[in-house]
């Protein structure tokens, strides 16, 4: 367990402090080229879940963020009670380790964020859809844009690899166009992403089958 406290500390931090700078330094909409046009730096908000999905509105949004809190807690009780069996095994511990971090890094966010900054993605109920906001967020000063479990997670990573068309002859998607890997995304979906990714490639060695 003291492994995966560790890795998921680390990870942790890299993602809040990502989204520290992020949230402070850039205009909600403003985008950086990193890399030619393959990388972007690209602040934006969501609301929801992974890689910019949301539904339910505010009642969905407060659902979600306690369900991540009770997932999160059953995670920990498993970690802290499965023995030696899994946590020293590395092929168990670094994918556990990475889906933690990344659960922790988001809910964080959808948890305080409304409660730390004085700006935000908020819901709107006239209109039922969310919106944002014009000012630059210059310091977390706990003026607080929303109540507790209703902050916005902030993503910036973006990867347009590439531009495609789909041949005509396809049903239904048939000569749409569209980018990949469109989705914005910050650095705890990376590290759900590939600690999910590591869990099914290596499930065998990581659960001693």
């Given at each position: 367990?003291k492994?995966i406290?560790i890795?998921?500390v680390?990870?942790?931090?890299?993602d809040q402090?990502?989204?520290?700078y992020?949230?402070?330094h850039?205009?909600l909409?403003e985008?950086?080229?990193v890399?030619?046009?393959w990388?972007?730096?690209?602040f934006?908000e969501?609301?929801?879940?992974?890689?910019g999905?949301h539904?339910?509105?505010i009642?969905?949004?407060?659902?979600?963020t306690?369900m991540r809190w009770i997932?999160?807690?059953w995670g920990?009780?498993?970690?802290?009670?499965?023995?030696k069996?899994?946590?020293?095994n590395?092929?168990?511990?670094?994918?556990?380790?990475?889906i933690?971090a990344?659960?922790l890094?988001?809910v964080?966010?959808?948890?305080?964020?409304?409660?730390i900054f004085d700006?935000?993605?908020?819901?709107?109920?006239?209109r039922?859809?969310?919106?944002?906001y014009?000012n630059?967020?210059?310091?977390?000063?706990?003026?607080?844009?929303a109540?507790?479990?209703q902050?916005?997670?902030?993503?910036?990573?973006?990867?347009?690899?590439f531009?495609?068309?789909?041949p005509?002859w396809?049903?239904?998607?048939?000569?749409?166009?569209?980018?990949?890997f469109a989705?914005?995304?910050?650095?705890a979906?990376?590290a759900i992403?590939?600690g999910?990714?590591?869990?099914?490639?290596f499930?065998n060695?990581?659960?001693?089958?």
């Amino acid at each position: 367990m003291k492994k995966i406290a560790i890795i998921a500390v680390i990870v942790v931090l890299i993602d809040q402090i990502s989204k520290y700078y992020i949230k402070t330094h850039f205009e909600l909409g403003e985008s950086v080229t990193v890399f030619e046009d393959w990388f972007q730096l690209v602040f934006v908000e969501n609301p929801g879940m992974a890689y910019g999905m949301h539904w339910g509105g505010i009642a969905g949004k407060i659902g979600l963020t306690v369900m991540r809190w009770i997932l999160i807690g059953w995670g920990i009780w498993f970690l802290t009670h499965a023995g030696k069996k899994y946590t020293s095994n590395i092929y168990f511990v670094i994918p556990a380790a990475l889906i933690l971090a990344g659960a922790l890094g988001n809910v964080i966010d959808s948890t305080f964020y409304g409660l730390i900054f004085d700006s935000g993605t908020t819901w709107n109920a006239e209109r039922e859809s969310w919106m944002g906001y014009f000012n630059q967020v210059s310091e977390a000063d706990f003026s607080g844009y929303a109540p507790i479990f209703q902050g916005c997670v902030v993503d910036m990573l973006h990867f347009p690899l590439f531009d495609y068309t789909w041949p005509d002859w396809i049903p239904s998607v048939g000569g749409k166009s569209g980018t990949f890997f469109a989705p914005v995304f910050n650095v705890a979906d990376t590290a759900i992403s590939i600690g999910g990714i590591f869990l099914l490639l290596f499930k065998n060695k990581a659960l001693g089958e």
